[in-house]
């Protein structure tokens, strides 16, 4: 199951293909492992970048989350410095085999455009805490960062 759900998936996204960037194989030789490329979202400190995030399913996906990483350095609250990221969607208990990349993607856009600033998301205290204390501080910021790593 887990292969053919993956090769459905990719295919769906090729044929239909995201609305914020593509979705490829990382190398003929893995099918279990993606680069995606997102769009910043439009409006946001990260409008104009472009950011690269590593997909690795597990062999038991569906019935486990992928691990999604970014590659692109960006400046946000719920990623730290290594590009992991935390939101609900991939947490173990959380996780429901019927979610697809499509709308994993989806939701990081979202993250991207809106922070989670629940205890435990937060991964990156700096940026949280701007965010919460200096809103213009913290876009200028993240303004930097992607045209630093992300244009």
């Known amino acids: 199951?887990?292969?053919?759900?993956?090769?459905?998936?990719?295919?769906?996204?090729?044929?239909?293909?995201?609305?914020?960037?593509?979705?490829?194989?990382?190398?003929?030789?893995?099918?279990?492992?993606?680069?995606?490329?997102?769009?910043?979202?439009?409006?946001?400190?990260?409008e104009n970048g472009i950011f690269a995030i590593n997909i690795q399913f597990p062999e038991d996906y569906p019935q486990k989350p992928p691990r999604i990483t970014f590659i692109t350095p960006v400046f946000h609250p719920n990623v730290s410095a290594q590009g992991n990221l935390r939101m609900a969607e991939f947490e173990w208990d959380q996780w429901c085999p019927a979610i697809t990349i499509r709308v994993l993607l989806l939701s990081i856009q979202a993250m991207l455009s809106d922070p989670i600033l629940l205890q435990g998301c937060i991964l990156d205290e700096e940026a949280a805490a701007l965010f919460l204390q200096d809103k213009q501080k913290f876009d200028k910021g993240a303004r930097e960062w992607t045209a630093m790593h992300a244009v």
């Open 1 to 46: 199951m887990s292969l053919r759900r993956i090769t459905r998936e990719l295919a769906d996204l090729q044929r239909d293909p995201f609305s914020t960037g593509p979705v490829n194989l990382a190398s003929d030789e893995d099918p279990r492992h993606w680069v995606a490329k997102l769009d910043g979202p439009p409006t946001t400190p990260y």
